[in-house]
């Protein structure tokens, strides 16, 4: 029994003696004095940085000072502390656990910072806890405090549920995009082939290295993906760059429009810039309706390019800063912001918008509604009636206890790219791919060995059982490269897009001066015309009447474009009338409002106006059918004010079929309504 005893009080002594609170007093170390002055610099240079908000200086001379002494609960308080302002959080924990150990009223919001530290770890259900310890310790008239440590706690409870049916999702760090500095706010276009990013690595235009981040002035950097695979990031250099940071917040889905946050004027405000061949112009800033005297953070086109949605704090919202949006007229200006109401905006910070090409789904970070901890991404859509679906978490593994923002997707919606601070990143801010895996399949196994197999693979194969709905992507895009049909050089054509029910213009663009691409994006559920238009050539014309129903496919256009030239032949393609009849269609109204625009560009130009038909019927009758449609488009543009000495008509019938009339789709080219040169 004595020695049973004497053991306890080896044991408790022990134990006393490793949750001993030793303070930094160079009595306690009368045989290491001089590792003591050396230790104790470090531990005052410390606080010294911690006080000026420099946390990775802090943390840098605070750890030094812990290898003297690893037992001191403030100094363990400190380290845990300046990790929470760090790249690595989640480290935070382990300080804070160690100095309550070595002094439970270390700190009075040490049970906070536990929370915290389990809360960025995600160990959920051990940080609660630890929030209602403090939460309880808290004086009623504490209301902010109170508020905050509720809301933690509501975003453990939410992120207990989301782990219950995690997104099944591959995240992929950006190894050939991102560094150990901050990468961030990534923009791509429609087709997922160009990347514009953010970077505070060295190397940048303005050079300065911030004392409190240690990293650099921002500057944006360009990617291209080749054989899937991104290519080298290089300095876009000036007139995007300068001397100061620049960086990016929205594409246009063509490319051909970069969106950047500006912070030298008022409090930060967005300008665009627009590719010219492989020039960007130098930026200009967004009217008066988009940029505030207040803080505009973040923006994206949409629409092809006809509404632009933004972050901003101004007065008025609901949080601190909320997400409006503005339409383009038929003049080509902004018109008034409109607030995206409670149903988006919260009380807390809404950050980083990114609308879909398909015009409808609508994604975005926010500190409110059912986050995690940190900025969540949403998504939210936009119903018939043009009111907004409740916003839904992206889930467990896309989001994490700390920030995640800048979600944009390719237009299959098949992959994202987005930024976070998780663990196992390069830098404070890395870049990562989401490859949305679609829906679940069933698993259907046969034996052990099939059941062993499984075991056999991956974490990433086996981790992801829930699925992240993608939703159906009703899109077609359209990309292709204009070109002289004679010489094969790319040109410079605009390219206008009209939905031929309304006779409105959803995209006026031009192709890029140097390859002659463009690229435009046409949500499900209407008929569009296209058409390119350049100086001195004939304009060409595509109609795309795409069902409602019709999933996401991705066109390709070789568009040849003739100079005016005698003989020359255009088929028009927007071109509309009842079966058997020539009356024409409102739909063919904008198609011709373009021939007769023609006409009065080069008011010497004569044409010639052919109907034709395909074989179905008496040859008579088609000739005659044919002859009226013909006659028909001319009467029309002659009511636009064209003379009637510029325009014949002639109807062929079926005699110059341009297809085979045995199928369905050559009958369709057969009927058709062209023009011909007859003299420039």
């Not at 994206?300 to 933004?310: G, I, P, R, S, T």
């Not at 001319?634 to 109807?651: C, F, M, N, S």
């Amino acid at each position: 029994m004595r020695i049973y005893i004497l053991a306890l009080i080896v044991l408790f002594a022990g134990a006393s003696a490793m949750a001993q609170d030793v303070p930094f007093d160079k009595s306690y170390f009368k045989d290491r004095k001089k590792e003591f002055k050396e230790a104790d610099g470090h531990y005052l240079d410390g606080d010294n940085y911690f006080d000026q908000g420099l946390y990775y200086l802090a943390l840098q001379s605070y750890l030094k000072a812990n290898e003297f002494n690893p037992n001191n609960s403030r100094l363990n308080f400190q380290i845990g502390l300046s990790y929470m302002a760090s790249v690595q959080s989640y480290r935070s924990l382990e300080y804070f656990l160690k100095a309550k150990e070595l002094n439970t009223a270390v700190a009075p919001d040490i049970e906070y910072y536990i929370g915290r530290g389990y809360h960025l770890n995600g160990q959920y259900a051990k940080a609660i806890p630890h929030y209602n310890n403090f939460k309880k310790a808290l004086l009623p008239n504490q209301v902010e405090d109170i508020e905050a440590v509720v809301k933690r706690i509501q975003e453990c409870e939410s992120a207990l549920k989301l782990i219950q049916k995690p997104a099944r999702a591959f995240i992929d760090n950006l190894a050939d995009i991102n560094t150990s500095y901050s990468e961030h706010s990534p923009v791509i276009s429609a087709d997922a082939s160009t990347m514009l990013f953010t970077s505070t690595r060295e190397g940048s235009k303005g050079g300065t290295l911030d004392d409190i981040t240690q990293e650099y002035d921002e500057d944006i950097y360009i990617s291209y993906k080749v054989n899937g695979r991104w290519t080298p990031p290089t300095n876009v250099g000036e007139p995007l760059n300068s001397h100061m940071n620049d960086a990016t917040v929205g594409l246009s889905s063509d490319g051909q429009m970069l969106l950047i946050y500006n912070g030298r004027k008022r409090n930060g405000d967005i300008q665009s810039s627009e590719l010219e061949g492989d020039e960007w112009t130098y930026p200009e800033w967004l009217p008066k309706s988009v940029n505030s005297n207040e803080k505009e953070t973040s923006a994206c086109l949409a629409n092809n390019d006809q509404v632009l949605y933004f972050i901003s704090s101004r007065e008025g919202g609901y949080g601190g800063t909320d997400i409006y949006v503005v339409y383009k007229d038929r003049k080509g200006r902004w018109g008034e912001a409109t607030n995206l109401g409670p149903a988006i905006n919260t009380k807390y910070n809404e950050e980083s918008v990114f609308m879909h090409p398909d015009g409808r789904t609508l994604y975005f970070s926010s500190e409110g509604h059912n986050t995690i901890g940190g900025y969540d991404i949403f998504r939210a859509t936009k119903g018939d009636d043009g009111k907004w679906g409740t916003p839904e978490n992206l889930g467990i593994p896309i989001n994490t206890p700390d920030d995640d923002l800048s979600l944009v997707l390719s237009a299959d919606g098949k992959y994202g790219y987005f930024s976070s601070t998780r663990e196992g990143g390069k830098g404070r801010y890395d870049i990562y791919q989401i490859t949305f895996l679609g829906p679940e399949k069933p698993l259907y196994l046969s034996n052990e060995d099939q059941l062993l197999a499984s075991f056999k693979k991956s974490v990433s194969d086996n981790v992801l059982e829930k699925s992240v709905e993608i939703k159906t992507i009703r899109l077609t895009v359209v990309k292709g490269i204009v070109k002289d049909a004679i010489t094969n050089e790319p040109i410079k054509a605009t390219i206008e897009v009209v939905d031929n029910d309304k006779d409105e213009i959803v995209f006026n663009n031009e192709s890029n001066s140097k390859t002659g691409k463009f690229l435009v994006t046409l949500p499900s559920g209407k008929n569009y015309g296209l058409a390119v238009k350049a100086e001195n050539y004939l304009f060409h014309s595509e109609n795309f009447n795409i069902p409602k129903a019709t999933a996401y496919q991705e066109i390709e256009k070789e568009i040849l474009l003739n100079n005016v030239k005698k003989d020359v032949k255009i088929v028009l393609k927007n071109v509309f009338f009842d079966p058997g009849k020539a009356i024409l269609r409102p739909t063919s109204y904008p198609e011709l409002n373009r021939l007769a625009k023609l006409l009065k560009d080069v008011p010497t130009l004569k044409i010639e106006i052919s109907g034709h038909t395909d074989n179905t019927g008496s040859a008579a009758s088609n000739q005659k059918l044919s002859e009226a449609r013909a006659k028909a488009v001319v009467e029309y543009i002659k009511a636009q004010e064209i003379p009637e000495d510029r325009l014949t008509y002639v109807g062929y019938g079926e005699e110059q079929p341009i297809a085979d009339n045995t199928t369905k789709d050559g009958r369709q080219q057969n009927r058709r309504v062209e023009f011909k040169v007859l003299s420039k």
